[in-house]
């Protein structure tokens, strides 16, 4: 197979470790705050605004120009390019939303002690500021989990045999499909539960919710790496 690759691109390495990286700083962030921990809210909204920059900048180029349509999967476009559009923009919200939040802190003035009996009070505001983020995040969970069944019912994913590691199981489309899929739905189920988790502060929901982004975004950011590998490969095998 060859591919003119100066015709299209493919951004789904860095979509993958910055997605992933994003996934489990949020629950690390989530942690602090329930916790009560002095951290740095300044340096929190940064750590979210660059993979949130990222994640909008690829995601909007892939879904307003389709560059994997032109390689024979169009499909591909709307799987990768708009959930990591949607995921990106809330990033970027959270962040302004935690940058706001840290100069007010800041204006305060707060000793050790008083920041510490503060915790509370912290906690629900960054809740009450992020809960109309969250249904936009439920209803972009729903959108993953019928990505997923797609994936599964039409066994999408299928890397080329092209491809080196990945393309070895090109012969097995179900497999692919099955871990790229589960990835899909499992993430779906964690963004679903955020709403509930916030407006209800269960302790249960809050942590299957964690332990699904946990999951899912180690697993994204050990397959985003390996992409650059497999991904490097097959441009090298088709050029």
């Known amino acids: 197979?060859?591919?003119?690759?100066?015709?299209?691109?493919?951004?789904?390495?860095?979509?993958?470790?910055?997605?992933?990286?994003?996934?489990?700083?949020?629950v690390r962030f989530s942690q602090?705050?329930?916790?009560?921990?002095k951290i740095s809210l300044e340096g929190w909204s940064i750590g979210f605004a660059v993979p949130g920059f990222i994640l909008t900048l690829t995601g909007g180029a892939m879904t307003l120009t389709w560059p994997l349509s032109k390689i024979g999967f169009p499909f591909d476009d709307i799987i990768f390019g708009e959930p990591t559009l949607a995921f990106g923009v809330m990033l970027l919200g959270g962040a302004i939303l935690i940058w706001r939040r840290?100069?007010?802190h800041h204006k305060a003035e707060l000793s050790d002690k008083e920041a510490k009996q503060q915790s509370g009070v912290?906690?629900?505001?960054?809740?009450?500021?992020?809960?109309?983020?969250?249904?936009?995040?439920?209803?972009?969970?729903?959108?993953?989990?019928?990505?997923?069944?797609?994936?599964?019912?039409?066994?999408?994913?299928?890397?080329?045999?092209?491809?080196?590691?990945?393309?070895r199981f090109a012969d097995y489309p179900l497999l692919e499909a099955s871990f790229i899929s589960g990835l899909y739905?499992?993430?779906?189920?964690?963004?679903?539960l955020l709403p509930f988790s916030l407006a209800t502060r269960n302790p249960i929901v809050t942590r299957i919710m964690g332990l699904c982004w946990r999951v899912t975004g180690i697993l994204f950011v050990l397959f985003g790496a390996m992409n650059y590998f497999t991904h490097i490969g097959l441009i090298i095998n088709t050029m």
């Open 122 to 167: 912290l906690t629900s505001q960054l809740i009450d500021m992020i809960r109309p983020l969250s249904y936009f995040a439920a209803a972009m969970g729903l959108a993953l989990i019928s990505i997923a069944i797609a994936g599964v019912y039409y066994q999408l994913f299928a890397a080329p045999p092209e491809e080196p590691i990945s393309g």
């Open 1 to 26: 197979m060859h591919i003119d690759w100066s015709q299209t691109q493919v951004y789904n390495t860095i979509m993958s470790v910055a997605t992933g990286i994003a996934l489990l700083m949020l």
């Open 185 to 192: 739905a499992v993430t779906g189920i964690g963004a679903i």
């Open 102 to 104: 840290s100069n007010l």
């Open 32 to 37: 602090h705050v329930t916790r009560g921990d």
